[in-house]
């Protein structure tokens, strides 16, 4: 869990997402978060909201170990519906083959919102100009070179 927590893991724009996440939460909500990852978003939501976590990886500490890809209807009966649900960084962790009844099986667990992202894996570089009170900043985003991603060259993220 330390690289959750690490300076190079929770960079400026990995912070704003956490905080983009958190404007979805009213006081008071019941909010489940799948995939906790070193309970930042924790911290925020449950000062406001009713939190829960689930994970596959139990070193997280969730308040529910499920693997998305093959919940039955038994197990997210006890888990039981939220107001919103978390599912942020996630889904590229999950086998191609399992991703549509891993979908099916998140949004069974709202039937009001379900928030879901993934990492933009493109390149980009930033150029930056500051000459006495002029400035110019552009991203330029670099097309995706690696290759297809399979079962094969996957480390840990398949898309």
Same mark, same amino acid.
């Given at each position: ?9 929770? %960079? ?21 978060? /799948?995939?906790? @990852? ?15 976590? @689930? ?12 693997? $998305?890809?093959?919940?039955?209807? *038994? ?16 889904? *590229? %962790? /999950? ?9 099916? +099986? ?11 992202? /993934? ?7 930033? $150029?930056?100009?500051? $000459? ?6 552009? /991203? ?12 094969? +060259?996957?480390?840990? %993220?398949?898309?």
């Amino acid at each position: 869990m330390i690289k959750y927590l690490s300076k190079k893991y929770l %960079h400026p724009s990995r912070m704003q997402a956490y905080l983009e996440q958190y404007k979805y939460i009213d006081d008071g909500d019941n909010v489940l978060e /799948i995939g906790n @990852a070193g309970g930042v978003f924790q911290a925020m939501a449950s000062k406001i909201a009713d939190y829960k976590s @689930a994970d596959i990886d139990k070193k997280s500490n969730p308040n529910f170990f499920l693997d $998305l890809s093959s919940i039955n209807d *038994e197990e997210k009966n006890k888990i039981g519906k939220f107001d919103k649900v978390f599912c942020c960084e996630v889904l *590229e %962790h /999950i086998p191609f083959n399992k991703l549509n009844s891993s979908l099916v +099986n998140l949004f069974d667990f709202s039937d009001n919102l379900v928030i879901v992202s /993934i990492p933009d894996n493109r390149k980009y570089m930033k $150029l930056s100009f500051n $000459l006495f009170s002029l400035s110019f900043e552009k /991203i330029i985003t670099i097309p995706f070179t690696g290759g297809p991603v399979n079962e094969n +060259n996957h480390e840990e %993220h398949y898309f």
